[in-house]
């Protein structure tokens, strides 16, 4: 069925549905014969449909020249026109919303910390006909520039173009150190105090680089890794310390890591990002919802978290408390 009217450059046959729906299998699958199965097509009719789109348009959409498929720039900001016309047209056909189109909230690590569960929940209860999908992809801006999701759970200052972002809250660091080591039997840290070891750092999505030290006293060493597993194997297996925010210990426990509050290191932001377009239709209510919930969270994201490793430092506070008590002081001085 005909869109009606054609789009683009070339004349002739106009874009039909089946071109949006080759493009958007396309777009979440990264690959054409995955997409093909999707679709239940063969793989040479997916990549001549998705051709003749780019051929119609005038524009690349699709990069190839990857092993894995990705969307150009162009493709990036046609995804959201394609998938918000797609949807219109099956919710005009099908009134009882049997057909689901679901948001993606992407997020590198630690997702919405300790909110994580109430906003999975709470977006459950009040939106079944739209799926709320989270997904972990390692890239700093978790796929959103790729369009690879809708928005994003980001931490940390995003200088990507094209971004929209608003801060939810704001997150204290910690120190991420080895559970046998000399540092986690100490009951807090200090930024000085893993600069004179190797520093272990998420050069892909995290947020800690040198800079987070004092000109002149930064880590004696660095040692770079691509997502959180590594990061965390690295930490356990003695290699170095890192620094992380406070949700990391309640998200990402390890028995060979042992998480210790951060003094003197400033807080992180949390970030709701989406791109600077037209986009899924629930994207106002998510951010509503993830606005609510926090603000009736009344407890900050460091609370909940687990406690020191018991057989390591039995008489210590739990990280919980010693965060807390770091901010009174802190307000005290």
């Known amino acids: 069925m005909s869109t009606g009217q054609g789009v683009g450059r070339s004349a002739g046959r106009g874009v039909e549905l089946r071109h949006l729906r080759a493009f958007l299998a396309v777009a979440d699958e990264s690959s054409v014969t995955r997409a093909a199965a999707r679709l239940r097509l063969t793989q040479p009719a997916v990549s001549r449909t998705l051709a003749a789109l780019e051929r119609h348009l005038g524009i690349r959409l699709v990069d190839r020249s990857t092993h894995h498929l990705a969307l150009t720039p162009e493709g990036v900001v046609f995804r959201d026109k394609a998938a918000a016309a797609v949807a219109a047209f099956d919710e005009a056909i099908d009134p009882g ?64 173009p094209g971004l929209l972002t608003e801060v939810l809250f704001d997150e204290e660091r910690v120190a991420a150190v080895a559970a046998d080591g000399p540092l986690a039997a100490r009951p807090a840290l200090r930024l000085a ?50 620094v992380s925010t406070a949700s990391t210990a309640a998200m990402h426990p390890h028995a060979g890591v042992a998480y210790r509050p951060l003094t003197d290191a400033p807080p992180v932001p949390v970030l709701l990002a989406r791109r600077d377009a037209p986009g899924h239709p629930a994207l106002g209510d998510l951010a509503a919802l993830a606005r609510e919930i926090v603000a009736r969270g009344g407890t900050p994201a460091s609370e909940g ?15 919980s408390d010693l965060l807390l008590s770091e901010r009174d002081e802190e307000r005290r001085r």
Not at 305 to 313: G, N
């Open 97 to 160: 919303g049997l057909r689901r189109w679901p948001l993606r909230l992407g997020h590198a690590w630690s997702a919405f910390g300790r909110y994580t569960t109430p906003l999975l929940r709470s977006w459950q209860e009040r939106y079944p006909q739209t799926p709320l999908e989270l997904l972990r992809i390692d890239d700093r801006t978790a796929g959103l520039t790729r369009g690879e999701v809708d928005a994003a759970l980001l931490r940390g200052p995003v200088e990507a």
């Open 193 to 242: 105090d893993l600069a004179t070891g190797t520093v272990v750092l998420n050069t892909v999505s995290g947020t800690t680089t040198p800079d987070l030290w004092p000109p002149g006293a930064r880590p004696a060493a660095t040692l770079t890794v691509a997502n959180t597993d590594d990061w965390l194997t690295a930490i356990a297996a003695g290699r170095g310390a890192g």
């Open 305 to 319: 978290m687990p406690d020191l490793v018991p057989e390591l430092a039995p008489d210590l506070p739990s990280l």
